[in-house]
């Protein structure tokens, strides 16, 4: 089922083209992720906060905009983007707990790489000299590409400093990232006519990660997108 909504979302796009008309541009921008603790497992929110910090990544791919029939204001906004996340774990141990655990500091980051299409209904706001405001909200879905996982240590004791570095492992195992990530999408847009700015908000539902414990994570995306319109309003007429 999951294998084939990238087709649906190309023929959602072709359908669209032979009956009206599309424009198609290219984005990118920086973006910042993290993974929320999923209820269970032995640790809580509380226990993990001042450790967790975010991933600065990428994302960039194309993206269509389909002005739906029904109404002028709302368009369908679909596409395909490569898309960086994961998150950085960092803990520097107190004397007093060093000592006990032999751990000074324990570094943990995760590097995890997506293919991901967005499904979102953007309602066109209002329009301000060559300037078009849009909200859109919906849904997104991401297939894992690759990734890997660094761990670095620091012995109290010997303060001996080890690093290891291993590629991710797929699968619902621990140490595992699953194949397929989804999630609701927010989005909002400034439209100045040869380019777009955007800021979204990507809230992952399924289990993207397990760690060794046995602990589960959800995505948490956020980011800032500039696109250039390749093509405006493309139109194709209706064969009759």
């Known amino acids: 089922?999951?294998?084939?909504?990238?087709?649906?979302?190309?023929?959602?796009?072709?359908?669209?083209?032979?009956?009206?008309?599309?424009?198609?541009?290219?984005?990118?921008?920086?973006?910042?992720?993290?993974?929320?603790?999923?209820?269970?497992?032995?640790?809580?929110?509380?226990?993990?906060?001042?450790?967790?910090?975010?991933?600065?990544?990428?994302?960039?791919?194309?993206?269509?905009?389909?002005?739906?029939?029904f109404s002028e204001k709302f368009s369908l906004v679909t596409g395909l983007s490569f898309s960086g996340k994961g998150r950085k774990f960092n803990r520097i141990n107190p004397e007093e707990v060093a000592s006990v655990t032999d751990t000074l500091i324990a570094r943990s980051d995760l590097y995890t790489n997506y293919m991901q299409f967005p499904l979102l209904l953007?309602?066109?706001?209002?329009?301000?000299?060559?300037?078009t405001f849009t909200v859109g909200g919906g849904a997104y879905g991401a297939f894992f590409l690759n990734g890997k996982s660094v761990s670095e240590t620091r012995l109290f004791s010997?303060?001996?400093?080890?690093?290891?570095?291993?590629?991710?492992?797929?699968?619902?195992?621990?140490?595992?990232?699953?194949?397929?990530?989804?999630?609701?999408?927010?989005?909002?847009?400034?439209?100045?006519?040869?380019?777009?700015?955007?800021?979204?908000?990507?809230?992952?539902?399924?289990?993207?990660?397990?760690?060794?414990n046995g602990n589960g994570y959800r995505q948490r995306t956020a980011g800032i997108s500039i696109g250039i319109w390749l093509m405006n309003e493309v139109k194709i007429g209706r064969a009759h």
């Open 158 to 212: 010997t303060n001996k400093y080890t690093r290891e570095e291993m590629g991710m492992t797929v699968g619902k195992g621990v140490n595992s990232v699953r194949t397929f990530d989804g999630g609701l999408s927010a989005r909002v847009t400034m439209d100045a006519g040869k380019f777009k700015i955007s800021a979204f908000y990507l809230h992952g539902l399924t289990k993207a990660y397990t760690n060794g």
């Open 1 to 69: 089922m999951k294998s084939r909504i990238p087709a649906f979302l190309l023929s959602l796009l072709i359908t669209s083209a032979v009956n009206g008309q599309f424009r198609l541009s290219a984005t990118a921008g920086p973006q910042w992720s993290n993974l929320k603790l999923m209820p269970g497992g032995g640790y809580s929110e509380q226990d993990l906060q001042g450790y967790i910090q975010k991933r600065t990544a990428l994302h960039i791919g194309l993206e269509a905009d389909i002005p739906l029939e």
């Open 122 to 131: 953007t309602y066109h706001l209002k329009r301000i000299g060559n300037k």
